[in-house]
């Protein structure tokens, strides 16, 4: 299984970037998605989570800027940032909850990460 993660780049401060994330390889069934980020030196911390049923969390600092969203279909997760300000510059992480086939539990897979720049 792996999580190809794409879509980040350099962008202005006020201005959106829209990440994606896709899924691939053999597995059962794909739990809750989610986003994470991490600057350089410290903690990664959670960003935003989808549950199957389209739930949705936020961190406090993204809430009403961030949008995640998942297509099943495709096996891919999406974060639609808006109004990004240099505290956003980030390797952002996209992570998922999958099954392997032969009903095995749930395991948290990651994908590469890709950097986002906001420059003020």
């Known amino acids: 299984v792996q999580l190809q993660a794409s879509g980040g780049g350099l962008v202005q401060s006020g201005g959106s970037l829209r990440l994606s994330c896709a899924a691939s390889?053999?597995?059962?069934?794909?739990?809750?998605l989610g986003w994470d980020r991490q600057v350089s030196g410290n903690a990664r911390e959670l960003v935003a989570r989808i549950t199957t049923g389209g739930a949705t969390v936020y961190s406090d600092s993204v809430k009403g800027r961030f949008t995640i969203s998942r297509d099943n279909a495709q096996s891919t997760v999406y974060l639609q940032m808006n109004k990004l300000g240099p505290e956003d510059t980030a390797v952002y992480y996209c992570n998922a909850g999958i099954r392997l086939r032969g009903g095995r539990p749930y395991y948290t897979y990651w994908g590469q990460g890709t950097l986002v720049t906001v420059s003020s």
């Open positions: 390889g053999s597995f059962d069934h794909i739990g809750t």
